[in-house]
Protein backbone atom coordinates (compact mmCIF):
# COMPACT_ATOMS: atom_id res chain seq x y z
CA UNK A 1 0.00 0.00 0.00
CA UNK A 2 1.21 3.43 -1.11
CA UNK A 3 1.56 5.84 1.87
CA UNK A 4 3.10 9.90 2.17
CA UNK A 5 6.07 10.00 3.91
CA UNK A 6 6.44 13.70 3.94
CA UNK A 7 5.11 15.17 7.19
CA UNK A 8 2.53 17.75 5.95
CA UNK A 9 1.15 15.24 3.34
CA UNK A 10 -1.94 13.37 3.57
CA UNK A 11 -2.94 10.06 2.78
CA UNK A 12 -6.76 9.51 1.64
CA UNK A 13 -8.12 6.30 0.06
CA UNK A 14 -11.06 6.48 -2.72
CA UNK A 15 -13.10 3.49 -3.70
CA UNK A 16 -11.19 1.33 -1.30
CA UNK A 17 -8.01 0.17 -3.65
CA UNK A 18 -6.03 4.02 -4.59
CA UNK A 19 -4.79 5.63 -2.38
CA UNK A 20 -4.08 9.68 -3.06
CA UNK A 21 -1.31 11.66 -1.91
CA UNK A 22 -1.54 15.50 -1.53
CA UNK A 23 -0.03 18.15 -0.08
CA UNK A 24 -2.11 20.48 2.99
CA UNK A 25 -0.94 24.00 1.85
CA UNK A 26 1.89 25.24 1.37
CA UNK A 27 1.74 27.98 4.29
CA UNK A 28 1.30 24.68 6.54
CA UNK A 29 -2.19 25.16 7.17
CA UNK A 30 -3.08 21.07 8.14
CA UNK A 31 -5.22 20.77 10.83
CA UNK A 32 -3.95 20.67 14.13
CA UNK A 33 -6.04 19.09 16.55
CA UNK A 34 -5.72 18.35 20.67
CA UNK A 35 -5.49 14.47 21.22
CA UNK A 36 -7.31 14.32 24.90
CA UNK A 37 -5.88 10.91 25.50
CA UNK A 38 -2.35 11.85 24.74
CA UNK A 39 -2.40 15.23 26.09
CA UNK A 40 -0.93 16.97 22.97
CA UNK A 41 -1.09 18.76 19.99
CA UNK A 42 -1.39 16.52 16.67
CA UNK A 43 -1.40 17.10 13.04
CA UNK A 44 -3.67 14.42 11.28
CA UNK A 45 -3.57 11.95 14.43
CA UNK A 46 0.39 12.42 14.17
CA UNK A 47 2.54 14.20 16.37
CA UNK A 48 3.49 17.39 15.10
CA UNK A 49 6.94 16.83 12.96
CA UNK A 50 10.03 18.43 14.39
CA UNK A 51 10.99 22.24 12.90
CA UNK A 52 7.30 23.22 12.61
CA UNK A 53 5.39 25.27 14.91
CA UNK A 54 1.66 26.45 16.36
CA UNK A 55 0.49 29.97 15.14
CA UNK A 56 -2.60 30.45 16.49
CA UNK A 57 -4.53 32.41 13.68
CA UNK A 58 -7.92 33.50 15.73
CA UNK A 59 -6.03 34.82 18.54
CA UNK A 60 -7.32 38.48 18.14
CA UNK A 61 -5.62 41.62 16.98
CA UNK A 62 -3.54 43.29 19.57
CA UNK A 63 -4.97 46.67 21.26
CA UNK A 64 -3.02 49.84 21.25
CA UNK A 65 0.81 49.74 21.00
CA UNK A 66 3.11 47.35 21.77
CA UNK A 67 5.32 48.34 24.54
CA UNK A 68 8.22 46.20 24.11
CA UNK A 69 8.78 47.52 20.28
CA UNK A 70 10.52 50.29 20.58
CA UNK A 71 13.24 47.55 22.20
CA UNK A 72 12.50 44.74 20.38
CA UNK A 73 11.74 45.68 16.74
CA UNK A 74 11.48 41.96 15.75
CA UNK A 75 7.81 42.24 18.04
CA UNK A 76 6.78 44.27 15.15
CA UNK A 77 7.20 42.45 11.39
CA UNK A 78 7.85 39.02 13.08
CA UNK A 79 4.89 36.45 13.28
CA UNK A 80 4.29 34.38 16.89
CA UNK A 81 3.79 31.83 17.47
CA UNK A 82 4.11 28.36 20.21
CA UNK A 83 6.55 25.51 20.18
CA UNK A 84 4.96 22.07 19.95
CA UNK A 85 6.72 20.80 22.55
CA UNK A 86 6.47 23.54 25.21
CA UNK A 87 3.14 25.22 24.42
CA UNK A 88 0.35 24.14 27.03
CA UNK A 89 1.35 27.19 29.51
CA UNK A 90 2.07 29.78 26.73
CA UNK A 91 -1.38 29.24 25.95
CA UNK A 92 -2.91 29.40 29.32
CA UNK A 93 -0.78 33.20 30.10
CA UNK A 94 -2.46 34.22 26.46
CA UNK A 95 -5.52 32.92 26.55
CA UNK A 96 -6.43 32.20 30.11
CA UNK A 97 -7.84 28.63 28.47
CA UNK A 98 -7.59 25.40 29.30
CA UNK A 99 -5.32 23.43 26.82
CA UNK A 100 -8.37 21.76 25.23
CA UNK A 101 -9.33 24.64 24.15
CA UNK A 102 -6.58 25.48 21.64
CA UNK A 103 -8.88 23.87 18.38
CA UNK A 104 -11.01 27.60 19.05
CA UNK A 105 -7.63 29.95 18.14
CA UNK A 106 -7.45 27.59 14.85
CA UNK A 107 -4.21 26.32 15.41
CA UNK A 108 -1.92 25.71 12.09
CA UNK A 109 1.46 24.62 11.37
CA UNK A 110 4.11 27.00 10.34
CA UNK A 111 8.00 26.04 9.24
CA UNK A 112 10.28 27.34 11.79
CA UNK A 113 13.11 28.61 9.40
CA UNK A 114 16.46 30.00 10.27
CA UNK A 115 16.19 33.29 11.82
CA UNK A 116 13.43 32.25 13.87
CA UNK A 117 13.85 33.81 17.84
CA UNK A 118 12.62 32.71 21.19
CA UNK A 119 11.96 34.64 24.00
CA UNK A 120 10.18 34.05 27.71
CA UNK A 121 6.92 35.58 28.10
CA UNK A 122 7.09 35.62 31.52
CA UNK A 123 9.21 38.72 31.25
CA UNK A 124 7.04 40.41 28.62
CA UNK A 125 3.95 39.54 31.30
CA UNK A 126 5.98 41.18 34.27
CA UNK A 127 6.85 44.08 31.95
CA UNK A 128 2.49 44.84 31.16
CA UNK A 129 2.22 44.66 34.88
CA UNK A 130 4.83 47.26 35.64
CA UNK A 131 8.20 45.51 36.75
CA UNK A 132 10.72 47.68 35.02
CA UNK A 133 13.50 45.74 35.25
CA UNK A 134 11.46 43.12 33.29
CA UNK A 135 12.25 44.69 29.73
CA UNK A 136 15.97 44.13 30.18
CA UNK A 137 15.27 40.16 31.27
CA UNK A 138 13.14 39.98 28.20
CA UNK A 139 15.60 41.25 26.08
CA UNK A 140 18.51 39.25 27.46
CA UNK A 141 15.64 35.99 26.63
CA UNK A 142 15.68 36.27 22.92
CA UNK A 143 17.89 33.78 21.25
CA UNK A 144 17.86 31.84 18.58
CA UNK A 145 15.97 28.77 18.35
CA UNK A 146 19.32 26.83 17.04
CA UNK A 147 20.89 28.01 19.99
CA UNK A 148 18.30 28.05 22.39
CA UNK A 149 17.72 25.29 25.20
CA UNK A 150 13.71 25.59 25.83
CA UNK A 151 14.26 23.95 29.14
CA UNK A 152 15.61 27.20 30.67
CA UNK A 153 12.22 29.28 29.20
CA UNK A 154 9.49 29.01 31.34
CA UNK A 155 6.53 30.63 28.26
CA UNK A 156 8.72 30.20 25.34
CA UNK A 157 7.12 32.16 22.44
CA UNK A 158 8.76 31.98 18.69
CA UNK A 159 9.18 35.07 16.80
CA UNK A 160 9.07 33.78 13.20
CA UNK A 161 10.37 35.68 10.31
CA UNK A 162 7.56 37.11 8.02
CA UNK A 163 9.84 36.01 4.66
CA UNK A 164 9.36 32.56 5.54
CA UNK A 165 6.02 32.99 4.61
Known sequence: ?????????????????????????????????YDKRVGDLRVDRRPIP???AVRLTHIGKFKGVDPLAPLVPERLTYIFALHPLKWQWTFQSLT?????????????LVPMRPGTLVADM??????????????????????????ANLDQYKLPELLIPPEAY
Open 50 to 52: PGY
Open 122 to 147: TFYNAFEYGDVGASNQYIASIRPIEE
Open 1 to 33: MKSCTHPLWRTTRKHKQEVYCFRASSTGSSRVT
Open 96 to 108: LKDPHKIIYYKPT
